[in-house]
């Protein structure tokens, strides 16, 4: 009996499921086990899920999702200071990898041209790979993580024009013509995105942050559009979705909207990693078991070792040599596609994409544990790595700026918490989602990040317990609960006020372990009660205490600042 597409879509990710709760169970990288899950509903295995175009559909939405989110993450300033790095480690790869593996498949006996096939695909390693296992280990702001994404855009780019410029140079269609307007539309098209969203997108961000549904489907339209732009013009998804997140990376909601696309990016980049399984070729293996796993070694030990030896000529320090090239040990999608292309032009075996295969698989495997334990593997091997250094090794690091207190909500209880930063001089930030108050902070140059307390992604991303004070005057009682636990979590424990309406609500949060709790409503009268012993004993403080208030109103009312109506008040 033939399943239609949603039973076989339920049953995989059922299997997925299991599958997953048995690497979780063996601590082993998900990765894998979406790989093997692929495997297993394959046509080699159990054959239960045949809708391969679906499957297709769904792993494009992946990647663009998920390089869509790491562009949030990257500043355009990071490409100018870092971009020649990029250039250099890029095609170093590709060319030393590139000689040494043509090199090493003539000496294991293949021919010139399958040689020249298999070399070129060991020098690519995988976007789409490395990042979802940098994103898993929380590395993406990491200077060797932002060094690597221009190299391995730089190499998916060269795949593409090679892709392109085969079946031209072979005769199998089109002319060199078609090559040079498909790099100036895409170099037209990335100025276009661009121009665009620094002219007409960020003048439209307050309108479209007033509505959480409105910014997530501008957010899922704006890249799946510029993916889909790219790849028309004949470029990969993986760069049109990453020049979408870095055109719109500098908009006040950027952490809002990578917070928002996080589950669907986990869900539909596990269908890619499935898909990769489910398109395992094992047809011929043990003929070419021996030669895969010669050339395994080489892309797990060598691309390392030559991204070491790029690195330390640049003047980059070892470890941050050492963690680059762990994410050249495996290759990309895009080497799979770039030898079968030379079996359907009939340069080459079928057997030679079986083997690629094996490689890409094994590699993709070991390099899973490498990257996310790439800091271990490091402390064991720094002492035989320092003749990769140079001695006058310097670098830049990506120094991201701590702040002494966070405050949650720049409202009306807010706003006596900035004006204290200030005067204490302390640096701080302001966590707001109300566009009139931002535009406000905007005025005031108060330091401040657009995003929702209420969202616990975008609470990882803050990163609470580097503050010494996090202040929330935020009163819903679940907000403050998730920002109170991210705050003491790991260890760190900063002081921490909240905000409650109840003292059901105030009492939870102190069994739960915050500092202190405000109470609005009781407080103004114990202040009352205060100011009136100050007056009794020191009556001149009076005309002080009273002007002092009348100009603290008068900002408020600068600032549009209401009192908030007690009849509807809890």
């Excluded at 170093?92 to 294991?108: K, N, P, Y």
């Excluded at 702001?141 to 079946?167: C, E, N, T, W």
């Excluded at 040079?180 to 439209?204: D, E, P, Q, T």
């Excluded at 949060?509 to 004993?537: C, K, M, R």
């Amino acid at each position: 009996m033939t399943l239609d597409t949603f039973a076989q879509i339920g049953i995989l990710i059922g299997i997925a499921t299991v599958v997953s709760l048995v690497m979780r169970l063996l601590r082993q990288p998900l990765i894998v086990g979406h790989i093997i899950t692929g495997f297993l509903v394959g046509r080699y295995a159990l054959g239960l899920f045949q809708d391969m175009e679906t499957l297709e559909l769904f792993s494009q939405l992946g990647i663009s999702f998920l390089l869509f989110t790491v562009g949030l993450s990257l500043n355009p300033k990071l490409f100018r200071d870092y971009g020649w790095v990029s250039i250099a480690t890029g095609f170093g790869q590709v060319i030393l990898t590139g000689g040494v593996g043509v090199a090493l498949c003539m000496f294991l006996g293949f021919g010139w041209i399958a040689s020249l096939y298999v070399g070129v695909a060991l020098a690519f390693s995988s976007t789409v790979i490395v990042m979802k296992l940098l994103s898993d280990k929380g590395d993406l702001d990491k200077l060797y993580v932002k060094l690597s994404i221009g190299s391995l855009l730089l190499q998916d780019l060269i795949a593409i024009v090679l892709l392109f410029a085969i079946p031209f140079v072979s005769g199998a269609q089109g002319n060199g013509f078609d090559l040079v307007r498909m790099l100036a539309l895409g170099i037209c098209a990335g100025l276009a995105v661009f121009l665009f969203s620094h002219y007409v997108v960020r003048h439209l961000h307050t309108y479209l942050t007033r509505s959480h549904e409105l910014l997530f489907l501008f957010a899922v339209s704006w890249g799946m559009g510029i993916s889909a732009l790219f790849s028309g013009i004949g470029f990969s998804l993986e760069g049109g979705a990453l020049i979408a997140g870095v055109a719109l990376s500098t908009i006040p909601s950027r952490r809002e909207i990578a917070a928002r696309l996080a589950p669907l990016r986990d869900f539909f980049i596990v269908l890619f990693f499935i898909l990769l399984g489910a398109r395992m070729v094992i047809e011929n293996f043990s003929e070419v078991l021996i030669p895969a796993l010669i050339l395994s070694v080489f892309v797990l030990v060598g691309n390392p070792l030559l991204q070491l030896i790029v690195m330390g000529a640049l003047g980059y320090r070892k470890k941050t040599g050492f963690q680059t090239g762990m994410m050249a040990a495996q290759i990309s999608e895009f080497s799979l596609i770039l030898v079968a292309l030379g079996v359907s032009l009939n340069q080459i075996a079928p057997n030679i994409l079986t083997m690629v295969t094996v490689v890409g698989l094994v590699t993709i495997f070991i390099s899973s544990y490498l990257i996310l334990h790439s800091d271990t593997i490091y402390k064991y091997l720094a002492p035989y790595l320092r003749i990769f250094e140079r001695t006058d090794a310097r670098e830049r690091s990506l120094r991201k700026k701590s702040y002494s207190a966070i405050l949650i909500g720049g409202g009306r209880i807010g706003f006596d918490f900035i004006t204290l930063f200030k005067e204490q001089g302390l640096p701080f930030l302001v966590i707001e989602h109300d566009p009139e108050i931002i535009a406000q902070l905007v005025h005031d140059k108060v330091p401040h990040e657009f995003g929702d307390a209420g969202d616990p992604d975008f609470l990882d991303e803050l990163n609470l317990g580097q503050a010494s004070i996090v202040v929330s005057t935020v009163p819903e009682l679940e907000t403050n609960r998730m920002v109170l636990a991210g705050a003491k979590r790991d260890d760190k424990d900063p002081v921490v006020m909240l905000v409650a309406h109840r003292i059901d609500d105030a009492l939870e949060l102190y069994e739960a372990g915050a500092d202190y709790v405000i109470l609005p409503h009781f407080l103004g009268g114990s202040y009352a009660t205060n100011l009136v012993h100050q007056f009794t004993e020191h009556a001149s403080k009076l005309q002080t205490i009273r002007e002092k208030h009348i100009a603290h109103l008068l900002a408020r009312t600068a600032r549009h600042q209401e009192h908030p109506d007690l009849n509807h008040s809890r």
